[in-house]
């Protein structure tokens, strides 16, 4: 369990850093209560974080000879794609990202006063996040997980990570976001993602 744990810790917290959802927590809390924000935000991590182990957890009813198949490519052409986009990339601050979180929120707030709709902090913090991490890199990563090791490890590791990054986000996420490379971050997640993929290898060999 505490090796799911760390796995997922790690995973989340070196892939989300800087990722458009952090960016989203980021935008919000500097008009809204940081509070509000954490809590919107933490609860739609938490959530997909689950539906993602549930999923993991279906998926390893699967052969087990499949399931290892799968995560390994998974993993390596995550960490080789990631590699790939880091060496394409100029050594700068992270800007891309910055501008899809204001343009979610943007037409997020767009649609909301054209319907005359008054939502909470907390309830659009969680659907702007939930959005945002649907089909992540990380969701995939977490199913692929949760389908080889302890759910309860990787569930709890992976919102320990989440948290760290909301936290860090509401708490001081522009400060941070200019001094962050998006070649640095993405380059540390392609190592990471090779090191699981080369990790989950060795286990089944």
């Known amino acids: 369990m505490l ?13 989300e850093l800087g990722d458009k959802t952090f960016f989203i927590a980021m935008l919000l809390a500097m008009r809204h209560s940081r509070r509000l924000v954490f809590v919107g935000s933490i ?5 997909m974080t689950i539906l993602s182990v549930l999923l993991g957890q279906a998926v390893a009813l699967l052969p087990k000879a499949l399931v290892h ?19 394409q990339m100029p050594s700068t601050a992270i800007c891309d990202e910055v501008k899809e979180a204001e343009e979610t929120i943007q037409h997020a707030d767009t649609v909301a006063a054209k319907h ?10 969680f659907v702007l996040t939930f959005v945002g991490e649907w ?6 990563a977490t199913i692929a997980l949760a389908a080889a090791n302890d759910p309860w490890g990787v569930t709890a590791g992976a919102i320990v990570g989440h948290a760290i990054c909301a936290a860090i ?5 522009r400060l941070i976001a200019a001094h962050i490379s998006e070649k640095l971050i993405t380059g540390l997640g392609g190592l990471l993602f090779l090191v699981f993929g080369v990790a989950a290898w060795m286990e089944g060999a």
């Open 43 to 47: 609860a739609a991590l938490a959530t």
């Open 135 to 140: 089909g992540d890199r990380t969701q995939f």
């Open 3 to 15: 090796a799911a744990f760390t796995a997922g810790l790690l995973l989340i917290t070196i892939s």
């Open 69 to 87: 198949i799968a995560e390994v490519v998974l993993f390596i052409s995550f960490g080789m794609k990631l590699l790939y986009d880091a060496t």
């Open 116 to 125: 005359g709709a008054r939502r909470s902090i907390v309830l659009q913090a």
């Open 169 to 173: 986000a509401v708490m001081g996420g």
